[in-house]
């Protein structure tokens, strides 16, 4: 085998920096966003005109001459490091996101794992939100020790107050607003500042906002993660994780990746770019009937607190209104004090349109009751709280108030 064969020496074919369907000069760069969705990623004439782009199923990829064989010597070198259906969604994202460059991975775990990866080594520590997603805790807990990396959880609203925590070797910051089963918001330019002021590297995830609502690299987020398995998929049928890198973590990310292998199947990375060009009109309707729902869900009498950071009486509704653009359909609420176990479960199993299922960001609607796993050090959770986390899907809101009314009659009656 030839010493130039990408398999084997990782040797890149072409400069890696995902900007390629556009620059600032491209007149697309100027479009307003849902006009991007449309078009991003897109270059029909180097398709025969068919609208989407190829969903290429490749491992190899042959070369003209030898002399073509040099690294950038052609386009695509091997497909584990790119191919025209993976630089579609990666291009389309990196705009999307204001990003230097975007890489996709296989889940959204996947994406924590590989944005977190990149940015530390042995000796150093990171600091972690204690509202992160419990498989995020989870690869902290159990595979960042064992590369001598040490981890402190911090409570999601200290804001800068995060300083008071930087040790000597802090070198990453992990961020999630707002926490997918707990809703804080997190003040993410104050503590992306004072994280840069130790050169430290902030990472958010941001799934809940996708990059259509919020553009963390703007807020000074240098890896901004989606489990893109939730809205950019949309439908709940493939999972995706991307990675958008500002310039400072690019070339990091970059090279992490070529390095450990990472790669996506094309089928899903199709479905990714598929869930891409309807994102901003289901998240619209996602939006909308989930305020329409909790407009009618704050007025039952078992219902004592809405979680949601686009509602006024959110504790996080300010810096939501501050630093995102619009809202989608994960929310939660607290049952009255005194509600049992029993009656929450039975809430749960008495509902017929949504779904009993740990995930959301599909069509349709979800529940789940929240758990806390693992130890919270820095946010206090009242184990006497009975919670549901609600996906609500794009069913007609009406059924869906119907739906919840009925099962809040068959547990409180
Ligand atoms: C906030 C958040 N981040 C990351 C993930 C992980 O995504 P995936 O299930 O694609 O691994 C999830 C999944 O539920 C999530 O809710």
């Known amino acids: 085998m030839s010493a130039l064969d990408p398999a084997v020496s990782g040797v890149p074919s072409m400069p890696t920096r995902n900007r390629s369907l556009m620059s600032n000069s491209d007149p697309k760069s100027s479009l307003k966003p849902d006009t991007k969705l449309a078009h991003l990623g897109r270059e029909p004439r180097s398709f025969h005109g068919f609208v989407n782009p190829p969903v290429v199923h490749a491992s190899t990829v042959l070369y003209p001459d030898v002399e073509s064989m040099r690294p950038g010597g052609q386009k695509y070198s091997y497909a584990r490091r790119g191919n025209p259906t993976t630089d579609s969604l990666e291009e389309a994202l990196c705009e999307l996101e204001g990003a230097a460059g975007v890489k996709l991975t296989n ?112 807020l000074g987020v240098d890896l901004a993660i989606q489990a893109g398995t939730k809205y950019i998929v949309g439908h709940s049928d493939a999972m995706l994780g991307t990675v958008a890198a500002s310039e400072r973590a690019w070339e990091a990310l970059d090279e992490y990746y070529g390095a450990i292998g990472g790669h996506v199947a094309p089928d899903d990375v199709f479905l990714g770019l598929r869930g891409l060009r309807t994102m901003s009109v289901r998240l619209e309707r996602h939006q909308r009937n989930t305020h329409a729902v909790l407009n009618w869900l704050k007025d039952q009498p078992a219902v004592a607190n809405i979680s949601y950071p686009a509602l006024p009486s959110d504790p996080g509704y300010e810096i939501w209104k501050r630093d995102f653009s619009g809202s989608t359909g994960l929310c939660a609420f607290d049952f009255a004090d005194g509600t049992t176990n029993e009656q929450s479960n039975a809430f749960l199993n008495a509902l017929n349109l949504f779904g009993l299922g740990y995930s959301w960001g599909g069509f349709e609607s979800l529940a789940i009751p929240v758990k806390l796993k693992g130890s919270r050090s820095a946010t206090q959770f009242d184990e006497k709280r009975r919670s549901v986390r609600l996906h609500i899907g794009l069913e007609d809101p009406e059924d869906l108030i119907t739906d919840i009314g009925q099962a809040l009659n068959k547990a409180f009656d």
């Not at 330019?189 to 553009?215: K, R, S, Y």
Request: glycine letters at 6%; a negative charge.
């Open 107 to 218: 889940s959204g775990l996947n994406a924590v794992a590989l944005a977190v990866l990149s940015c530390v080594k042995s000796g150093d520590h990171i600091l972690i939100t204690d509202t992160a997603y419990h498989p995020t805790r989870h690869f902290a807990d159990t595979v960042l020790p064992k590369f001598g990396v040490s981890v402190d959880y911090y409570d999601p609203l200290m804001g800068v107050g995060i300083k008071s925590l930087f040790r000597p070797n802090t070198t990453a910051v992990f961020t999630e607003a707002p926490g997918s089963l707990t809703f804080e918001m997190q003040d993410i330019p104050a503590i992306a500042e004072a994280a840069h002021d130790i050169g430290a590297t902030v990472l958010m995830d941001n799934t809940w906002a996708t990059p259509l609502f919020c553009q963390p690299i703007s």
